[in-house]
């Protein structure tokens, strides 16, 4: 409540239409279907989608749930959003200002959200972000505490906007023994569900240290089944070049 708060007070960092179609599912119902949705970057990293009140649908009931809180992003409120024994109160309508007329639910609140017919993970994906996945012959060495784990020359690399490399290895070249499965899961919007290990080095276990995506979205498909380290967590070497953690 006091994030959703804080927004209504300071505004947003910037706004735009987008001509995707956008739906939401909750409680197995589609709670709105809108062509007219909006990207809201409540902060610099990656956007949220705000969906104009008029695009919830029939199945479900929207009620006003405080006073009005008024700011720089106008005049607003907090709502609970209802479909049959279900609800949930994360949600905000907008009445005045520059994002008049759009409620913003907030995304794990509901089931499942979708652009077009494709699901969206974790939050929506940034417009002027991309992933490029390229093959290299540059030669990538992993160690951690002395002890290689793993040392490739047929990595991929992965640039994502305004985040570090990452070296996607061949499941060929790691040292499995080192390696025991974690049940940790997370989710990225680019990427899809990730899976990790843990790593033992000397007779010390290293929490979660390498992810891999067994079904990764379709324009990261090129990383399946492909292991990633923590670079933040391990000594990376690219062609004899050591990395900075």
Same mark, same amino acid.
């Given at each position: 409540?006091?994030?959703?708060?804080?927004?209504?007070?300071?505004?947003?960092?910037? !706004?735009?239409?987008?001509?995707?179609?956008? /739906?939401?599912?909750?409680?197995?119902?589609?709670?709105? #279907?809108?062509?007219?949705?909006?990207?809201?970057?409540?902060?610099?990293?990656?956007?949220?989608?705000?969906?104009?009140?008029?695009?919830?649908?029939?199945?479900?009931?929207?009620?006003?749930?405080?006073?009005?809180?008024?700011?720089?992003?106008? /005049?607003?409120?907090?709502? &609970?959003?209802?479909?049959?024994?279900?609800?949930?109160?994360?949600?905000?309508?907008?009445?005045?200002?520059?994002?008049?007329?759009?409620?913003?639910?907030?995304?794990?609140?509901?089931?499942?959200?979708?652009?077009? #017919?494709?699901?969206?993970?974790?939050?929506?994906?940034?417009? !002027?972000?991309?992933? #490029?996945? +390229?093959?290299?012959?540059?030669?990538?060495?992993?160690?951690?505490?002395?002890?290689?784990?793993?040392?490739?020359?047929?990595?991929?690399?992965?640039?994502?906007?305004?985040?570090?490399?990452?070296?996607?290895?061949?499941?060929?070249?790691?040292?499995?023994? +080192?390696?025991?499965?974690?049940?940790?899961?997370?989710?990225?919007?680019?990427?899809? /569900?990730?899976?990790? !290990?843990?790593?033992?080095?000397?007779?010390?276990?290293?929490?979660?240290?390498?992810?891999?995506?067994?079904?990764?979205?379709?324009?990261?498909?090129?990383?399946?089944?492909?292991?990633?380290?923590?670079?933040? &967590?391990?000594?990376?070497?690219?062609?004899?070049?050591?990395? &900075? /953690?």
């Amino acid at each position: 409540m006091s994030t959703n708060k804080q927004l209504v007070s300071e505004g947003p960092h910037k !706004y735009e239409h987008t001509p995707r179609r956008v /739906r939401g599912l909750f409680n197995g119902q589609f709670i709105f #279907d809108s062509i007219n949705a909006h990207h809201v970057w409540e902060h610099p990293y990656f956007p949220h989608l705000y969906i104009p009140t008029d695009d919830i649908t029939g199945a479900a009931k929207l009620t006003k749930d405080s006073e009005a809180i008024e700011g720089n992003a106008g /005049r607003a409120y907090l709502a &609970k959003l209802s479909v049959g024994d279900k609800s949930t109160d994360s949600a905000v309508v907008f009445e005045e200002g520059p994002l008049k007329g759009l409620v913003k639910i907030d995304f794990p609140a509901i089931d499942e959200w979708f652009e077009e #017919d494709t699901p969206i993970y974790q939050h929506p994906k940034d417009p !002027y972000k991309r992933i #490029d996945i +390229l093959s290299s012959r540059r030669e990538v060495r992993v160690a951690l505490d002395g002890v290689i784990l793993a040392q490739t020359s047929n990595a991929l690399f992965l640039f994502e906007t305004s985040l570090r490399p990452r070296y996607y290895l061949p499941p060929t070249s790691v040292d499995w023994s +080192l390696l025991s499965k974690s049940d940790s899961e997370t989710y990225c919007p680019y990427k899809g /569900r990730a899976n990790y !290990y843990n790593v033992t080095v000397n007779g010390k276990e290293y929490k979660d240290l390498v992810w891999w995506y067994q079904y990764p979205t379709p324009e990261s498909a090129p990383i399946a089944g492909a292991l990633c380290f923590y670079n933040e &967590k391990v000594d990376i070497w690219i062609d004899g070049v050591q990395e &900075k /953690r």
